[in-house]
């Protein structure tokens, strides 16, 4: 088990309220609303609980498995070649600016917190992952639970899109919220299997959905 410091550390990366900007997108979430039928709570579960195991701990969820023991062991081309892979396989253009912003607004923060953080990252514009495995891997907690902290931090974001979006009332997200917690330490479990050959950015309905979120008539989010 973490110390108490570790876990508080874990907590505050995986918390909302972060100043990253994770709250601004939906992940396709939004689109789904309008193309895919998302309009209740069962529906907002299915397509949140699919995207946890088909496209989130396939791919970046991996990655940050694969991530964090490469900062320990001070592996910066491990770290270069695991970044690019995260920002040559986005699918659309607004999830390029998601990791792209998100791992720069994180980098800022971190600088706020390590001394080394502008010159570990002076020539590498780092992507969300690889900036949150960054910062786990400074705590002294276990990659598997740094990889909880990750997919948290995701769940949490996605069912606040989803009450808004959908949109559903508190109850409702809590009750989805509690869904994809359970089923997180699997996905974790699954992503911590997967070797570079098996890790995966290929999900064509999201994608899909994601480039059609560039000209939706009404939206709240950012993708």
Known sequence: MPDAQSLLQ??????PALPVGGFSYSEGVEAAVEWAGIDSEVK???WLSDQLYLSFARGDLALVAQAIPAWRGGDAARIRQLNEWVMTTRESAEFFLQT?????S???WLKLHHDDTAAVFADLPASYPVAFAFA????GASVHDGCLAFAFGWAENMVAAAVKAVPLGQSA????LSRLANEIPTAVERAMQFGDHERQAFAPLLAVLSARHETQYSR???S
């Not at 792209?100 to 720069?104: D, F, S």
């Not at 997200?173 to 989805?176: A, P, S, T």
């Open 44 to 46: 907002a579960i299915e």
């Open 10 to 15: 874990l907590i505050w990366l995986a918390s």
């Open 100 to 104: 792209e912003q998100m791992g720069r």
């Open 173 to 176: 997200g809590q009750r989805i």
């Open 220 to 222: 709240l989010f950012r």
């Open 136 to 139: 786990a891997s400074r705590t």
């Open 106 to 108: 994180f980098v800022e």
